[in-house]
Each structure stands twice: as C-alpha cells, then as structure tokens.
C-alpha cells in the first residue's frame, strides 16, 4: 500500500444518463490517484473518460459510489480543481492577458499583485510579446497555452485535462506535450489526462488507467516507469517506450 496522499478517490463509481433505462456510461469506477502524480486515462471513444474526469471536477452527480478530492466528497466545481476543456474557450474579445484573468477576477486580488501574476504567467507560457493579442492573432497551439494558463491562474491543486490537444496536427501536439511536462515540473499539480494516445500517455504519465468500451469501467493500471525529464527527441528509441506502448496497444485492441 502507497504511503503517498491520496488526492484523488473513486470507489465504485457509476453513472447512468437517461434513467435506469438510459445510457450506461460507467459502471464500478475505482482508483485512487496521488498527490503530484501525471495519470493518463486512456480509452476508447464513447468509453466514459470524459464522464469520469467531468465527475471528479464536480461538473455532473453520479448516481453510485464515492468521489472524494482531496478528502472531501465532491459535490460541485471546486476552487482547488481546474479544468482544461477539448476548446480553448477563450473570449474573443479579450487578449491574453485578459483570458488569463478572467478566472480570477472575482477573487479580489490587489491590481498590482494581479499584473504580476498574470505576467509570471504568460513567462511560465512562453507567451512574453503576445500579451496583447487577441485570440484570433494566436496559432492553435498558442490558444491551447493560453487555456491551461486559464486554470493554473487560481492555483489549483488538482488539473483535469480533457483532450486539450486532440485538436491539433501531430507536431503542434508533440510541442505541446514537451510544454505541458515542463509546466507541471515546475508548477506540480495532481494531473488527471484524458486521452485517445497511446504515445501520448506514455510519454506524459506515472501511470496510465486503461478503460474497457461502454460503460466504462478501468480493466488495467500500467505504471510507466521512464525517468524524468523525458527527451521527446531520445525517448522512442528506449526500448522500454515502445514496450509500454505494445502493452497499452493491446490492451485496448489495436495491436
């Protein structure tokens, strides 16, 4: 048994939309996801990962089990939970010094405070120039950072990230991978991935939860024992990446 805190808890969970004769989306959902650890969810579509990662953020009830962040039952949106969507749902209107504010606003952080963080921020980003545009002057990748800037502004503890980059051609989405692991090494949230990658998943996660077809339920747990940092350029000739990418492969039927 782990002697790390547990952040996340999921104890037989299930989820049904439409009724006892709806959809059957999850069934018996457990697992338990510690603090600072990078978990993928990987699965097929229409298999609930989304689901799952929406009740963890509080975003939907389900109807059996327990869900606990952070030792406490969820029942709604937290403040310690941020979220990053499959769109970046920035204002259009606002640059990106103004998205990055928006979830913070109400929290009345003193002016100058604020502007500091906000510029820290756009650093941390690899934004520093673009501060003043607007999304629509952004490159999708751009749009994306700005996004997961959005939810790392309150300091969340826990990030719940669904398909940010799925989106995206395949080198935008490799860049964006190599930022995302620099943003958590420095930043070292709880993360919870949604994504339909296998490389991606390996190349990101301490561990990986690998889902069955609906209604969902988590049929492995393959922990991935790379070391860090991870070298996009260096890690596929590993002989252990393209092990964890046979295992996950098969395990979801596409090898």
């Given at each position: 048994?782990?002697?790390?805190?547990?952040?996340?808890?999921?104890?037989?969970?299930?989820?049904?939309?439409?009724?006892?004769?709806?959809?059957?989306?999850?069934?018996?959902?457990?697992?338990?996801?510690?603090?600072?650890?990078?978990?993928?969810?990987?699965?097929?579509?229409?298999?609930?990962?989304?689901?799952?990662?929406?009740?963890?953020?509080?975003?939907?009830?389900?109807?059996?089990?327990?869900?606990?962040?952070?030792?406490?039952?969820?029942?709604?949106?937290?403040?310690?939970?941020?979220?990053?969507?499959?769109?970046?749902?920035?204002?259009?209107?606002?640059?990106?010094?103004?998205?990055?504010?928006?979830?913070?606003?109400?929290?009345?952080?003193?002016?100058?405070?604020?502007?500091?963080?906000?510029?820290?921020?756009?650093?941390?980003?690899?934004?520093?120039?673009?501060?003043?545009?607007?999304?629509?002057?952004?490159?999708?990748?751009?749009?994306?950072r700005v996004a997961i800037g959005q939810a790392l502004m309150r300091n969340p503890r826990?990030?719940?990230?669904?398909?940010?980059?799925?989106?995206?051609?395949?080198?935008?989405?490799?860049?964006?991978?190599?930022?995302?692991?620099?943003?958590?090494?420095?930043?070292?949230?709880?993360?919870?991935?949604?994504?339909?990658?296998?490389?991606?998943?390996?190349?990101?996660?301490?561990?990986?939860?690998?889902?069955?077809?609906?209604?969902?339920?988590?049929?492995?747990?393959?922990?991935?024992?790379?070391?860090?940092?991870?070298?996009?350029k260096t890690l596929p000739e590993v002989p252990e990446f393209g092990q964890y990418r046979?295992?996950?492969?098969?395990?979801?039927?596409?090898?």
């Amino acid at each position: 048994m782990s002697t790390e805190e547990v952040t996340i808890a999921l104890d037989g969970v299930g989820k049904t939309f439409g009724g006892e004769e709806g959809v059957r989306a999850l069934q018996n959902i457990s697992c338990q996801i510690f603090d600072r650890e990078f978990v993928a969810v990987l699965g097929p579509s229409g298999c609930g990962k989304s689901t799952m990662l929406r009740i963890i953020g509080g975003l939907i009830p389900h109807e059996e089990g327990t869900a606990t962040v952070l030792g406490k039952p969820v029942r709604g949106p937290s403040d310690d939970i941020g979220i990053v969507f499959q769109r970046a749902n920035l204002l259009p209107w606002r640059t990106v010094e103004g998205n990055l504010r928006l979830g913070v606003e109400e929290s009345n952080i003193p002016t100058e405070e604020l502007r500091e963080q906000v510029q820290t921020m756009v650093e941390m980003l690899g934004l520093t120039g673009f501060e003043k545009s607007h999304p629509h002057e952004l490159s999708g990748g751009m749009r994306r950072r700005v996004a997961i800037g959005q939810a790392l502004m309150r300091n969340p503890r826990v990030m719940l990230m669904d398909e940010p980059f799925g989106a995206l051609d395949a080198l935008t989405r490799d860049r964006l991978n190599v930022e995302l692991l620099r943003i958590w090494q420095a930043e070292r949230k709880t993360v919870v991935l949604v994504t339909h990658s296998i490389s991606e998943a390996v190349f990101l996660s301490d561990r990986v939860l690998v889902m069955s077809e609906r209604p969902g339920r988590i049929i492995e747990e393959v922990r991935i024992d790379l070391p860090r940092p991870r070298d996009p350029k260096t890690l596929p000739e590993v002989p252990e990446f393209g092990q964890y990418r046979v295992q996950l492969g098969e395990l979801m039927g596409v090898v």
